[in-house]
């Protein structure tokens, strides 16, 4: 039986732009898919067909039992969506954006305006709630918009980068909200450039790129697949980069040597463990090539994504982003 977020060959092209290139899902009920890619994967794109917003050129999508495309209206009751960027009304304050959603989901007006309050506190808004939305920083702006996408508990729900430019105390705030809705029995479609977050929320990770799911599993299945330990060396100057990563090169069997210019730092895969680590510093020292931090670490979901996509997930994507991916 299909679970409560189903895609098939989903294809969407924009022009020349293949944004979704065969994509298919499948999230059993009352758990947590985390959506990885780079910037112009199509996350947006396939929670926008999912959550009825697009329409697909090709492909099959059924959500909480109901066809996407025959019954968009009847999803659209079934789901609550949190955009990537913020669908507030600018005119209302806080507290009203919270109790007119809650009244078009046919909540009585006390009801709206209790489960208003308790979100207003909840995401660190009841000092502002009286303020119209448009004197709203950004991060308050986008915990108002979670708010509206959780004023009713639907039973599944698609959160497009929820904690994007969040401080660390609200996105806290907003894991737990998450992880009691979904305790609860909801499920959800979440997408982040914040692969911490997969990681501690997720229950099966899709990693896509270019339209397409490149690998799917659970965290801890995906850091299996990339391969052992990594050796990381943190070199003290600039200038030692270079015969450092001829050493590391040596040890990693083949395996690229991974190097972050600004921070100093190469890591390269292994197998070997302490013994092995023992030897990378012999060697360094042997070179004298200063260390500032050297340890032995098992595999971060970073590696994951790097190894599978060749690039960093990013923080804070914006509209600009997705331009440039265009290109
Ligand atoms: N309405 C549109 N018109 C033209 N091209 C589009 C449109 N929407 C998306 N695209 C293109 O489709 C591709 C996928 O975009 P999408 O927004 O799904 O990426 P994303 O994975 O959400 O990226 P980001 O991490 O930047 O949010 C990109 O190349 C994007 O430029
Ligand atoms: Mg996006």
Redesign the pocket.
């Known amino acids: 039986m299909p679970g409560a977020i189903y895609a098939e060959g989903l294809v969407k092209t924009?022009?020349d732009?293949r944004?979704l290139d065969g994509v298919d899902l499948d999230v059993p009920e009352g758990t947590v898919l985390g959506l990885l890619?780079?910037?112009?994967?199509?996350?947006?794109?396939?929670v926008k067909v999912l959550t009825t917003l697009l329409r697909p050129d090709q492909g099959r999508a059924v959500v909480a039992g109901i066809d996407v495309l025959k019954h968009p209206n009847e999803v659209r009751r079934s789901i609550g969506l949190s955009g990537?960027f913020a669908a507030v009304d600018e005119y209302l304050t806080g507290r009203e954006n919270l109790e007119m959603v809650g009244r078009l989901y046919q909540l009585s007006a006390r009801d709206a305006k209790n489960r208003a309050g308790e979100l207003l506190e909840r995401f660190n808004l009841a000092e502002a709630a009286d303020r119209t939305a448009k004197t709203y920083s950004g991060g308050m702006r986008r915990r108002l918009d979670l708010a509206a996408a959780l004023v009713v508990s639907p039973p599944v729900m698609f959160m497009?980068?929820p904690t994007t430019g969040l401080d660390p105390r609200n996105r806290q705030a907003l894991w737990d909200v998450i992880q009691e809705l979904v305790a609860g029995g909801t499920t959800l479609l979440l997408?982040t450039?914040y692969l911490e977050e997969a990681d501690h929320l997720a229950h099966d990770i899709c990693v896509?790129d270019h339209?397409k799911v490149i690998a799917r599993g659970t965290s801890d299945e995906l850091k299996a697949r990339t391969g052992g330990e990594r050796v990381e060396v943190v070199v003290h100057q600039r200038e030692q980069i270079s015969p450092a990563r001829e050493i590391l090169s040596g040890f990693g069997r083949g395996a690229e040597v991974a190097v972050d210019e600004h921070t100093r730092k190469l890591t390269v895969p292994v197998t070997g463990g302490a013994k092995l680590l023992a030897e990378v510093i012999r060697d360094l020292d042997a070179r004298g090539v200063e260390i500032d931090d050297v340890g032995l670490r098992r595999p971060t979901l970073d590696d994951v994504f790097i190894s599978l996509t060749g690039r960093h997930a990013e923080n804070g994507?914006t509209n600009d982003?997705?331009?440039e991916?265009?290109k």
Do not use: I, L, W
């Not at 890619?37 to 396939?46: D, S």
């Open positions: 924009f022009g732009v944004a890619g780079p910037n112009g994967a199509g996350k947006t794109t396939t990537q497009d980068e997408t450039q896509v339209g994507s982003d997705n331009e991916a265009a």
